[in-house]
Every structure is written in structure tokens, then in C-alpha cells.
């Protein structure tokens, strides 16, 4: 939806280089994640932010670092990249007021998405 | 460990024939239990949920059907039509606020045919 967008959208690095992901929302959503998608593992939490320079680990959050400088970013680090972190990267929002993507309040809308490969 | 166990992997159905998919948890702290419609190369999307106090949610062709003492949750599609062909993940979740922690099943690729 064009209230979430990822960038890049595809990304090839080699073992080594650091990586950074952005995730960009203009619903003033209060709460960011950051999951990764790998098949046979459905959805993971990395990270997620609770708000501006807020921010807490998730159940697969090893390699990876964020920051949330402003409402809208939220930034997902690889400092060293992997081969074990070629994945879909996903971001998500919640806990907004009603906007453009609906008026749950209880739900996490998702942006596009990041293809990573490492190799 | 996994808390939310989704099966099958994955299905092949007839057009106009009923997709089932079926999850079940362990957690009895969840209090929110969405399903996600996911196509290739997007983002997952909210498909329907349900709340553990209603044993049945009926929104179009989907049908989320809860069973609270069995800890187990289902999604039934009606009319399955080519355009259901998508990966359905199911999860469960607590909400705290705005935030929410997310427990995803492994996901179902669905297939719908002519």
C-alpha cells in the first residue's frame, strides 16, 4: 500500500558489506517492525519500534541493528552481512489513528517488502 | 518453539470448491487472531480476524471458525476462484495498546483451478 514503502525494493551485496534498509510510512502509525520471511518459517520478528528513538529486540534480531530518528523511518542495519541473511524483508505498522489504510487499530499493515541476497 | 501451527503447507482446490486451513496454538494469552493474504512479490494483507470471544466471523467467501477450548482456528474459503491463489498465513497475537506481538503460522500456498 502506498502508505508503507520499502527501499531499495531488491538488493544484491556479498558477504561482508553492511546493508541498510529503509521503511518509510505517512500514516503516523506509532509502532514499526521490522520481520524477515523465509520459507518454512513464515513471519520473524528482527526488531520494532515503540516510537522516536525507541526501539527492542525481537526473536531473531542477531546481526541486525535499527534506529527511528523521526515518526516515518525506521531503518533496518545488517553491519556485516551474511549469507544466512538473504531473506524478504518486510515492514510494518500499527497503532495508528483511522488513515488512508483502513481503521483497525488492532492490526499490522505491512509494506511491500526487500528481497536481500547475499552471497 | 513454535506457537502457531498451520497446516497443510500447501493445497490444490477446484474452482467453486471449499479451501480449508487450519491453525492451532498453545499460548492462551493471545487475544487476536487475524489471517493474512499474501501474493507474490507483495506484502502480506489483512484478510479477515477474529477475536476469541466469537466462535465464528463470516466476512464474503471467508470464514474464520474458532474453537477456544481446542485452542485451534480455521479459515474456510467458499467458491474458490483462481484470484484466492495466494499464500494465507495465519497468526496469533497480543495486543497491548497499539502494539502487538505477532506469532505467525508457517503459511499455506494456495492453489485454485479452472
Known amino acids: 500500500d502506498a502508505g508503507i514503502t520499502q527501499s531499495p525494493r531488491h538488493k544484491v551485496t556479498e558477504t561482508g558489506t553492511p546493508v541498510t534498509l529503509r521503511c518509510h510510512q505517512t500514516?503516523?502509525?506509532?509502532?514499526m517492525y521490522w520481520y524477515r520471511q523465509d520459507p518454512g518459517h513464515g513471519l520473524r520478528l528482527i526488531h520494532y519500534?515503540?516510537?522516536?528513538?525507541?526501539?527492542d529486540k525481537g526473536e531473531v534480531s542477531d546481526g541486525y541493528s535499527v534506529s527511528r530518528s523521526k515518526t516515518e523511518d525506521f531503518l533496518l542495519t545488517l553491519e556485516s552481512a551474511t549469507s544466512s541473511q538473504t531473506s524478504v524483508y518486510f515492514c510494518?505498522?500499527?497503532?495508528?489513528?483511522?488513515?488512508?489504510?483502513?481503521?483497525?487499530?488492532?492490526?499490522?499493515?505491512f509494506g511491500p517488502g526487500t528481497r536481500l541476497t547475499v552471497l | 518453539q513454535q506457537q502457531v501451527k498451520q497446516s497443510p503447507q500447501s493445497l490444490i482446490v477446484q474452482k467453486g470448491g471449499i479451501s480449508i486451513i487450519n491453525c492451532a496454538y498453545e499460548?492462551?494469552?493471545?487475544?487476536?487472531f487475524p489471517w493474512y493474504q499474501q501474493f507474490p512479490g507483495k506484502g502480506p494483507a489483512l484478510l479477515i480476524a477474529?477475536?476469541?470471544?466469537?466462535s465464528e466471523k463470516k466476512e464474503g467467501r471467508f470464514t474464520i471458525s474458532f474453537n477456544k477450548s481446542a485452542k485451534q482456528f480455521s479459515l474456510h474459503i467458499m467458491d474458490s476462484q483462481p484470484g484466492d491463489s495466494a499464500t494465507y498465513f495465519c497468526?496469533?497475537?497480543?495486543?497491548?495498546?497499539?502494539?502487538?506481538?505477532?506469532?505467525f503460522g508457517t503459511g499455506t500456498k494456495l492453489q485454485v483451478i479452472p
Open positions: 497468526a496469533a497475537s497480543i495486543t497491548s495498546g497499539g502494539y502487538q506481538k505477532v506469532t
Open positions: 500514516e503516523n502509525h506509532r509502532y
Open positions: 510494518a505498522i500499527s497503532g495508528g489513528d483511522r488513515g488512508r489504510l483502513g481503521t483497525r487499530t488492532d492490526t499490522q499493515y
Open positions: 519500534s515503540y516510537g522516536v528513538k525507541d526501539t
Open positions: 499460548n492462551t494469552a493471545f487475544d487476536y
Open positions: 477474529i477475536r476469541p470471544d466469537v
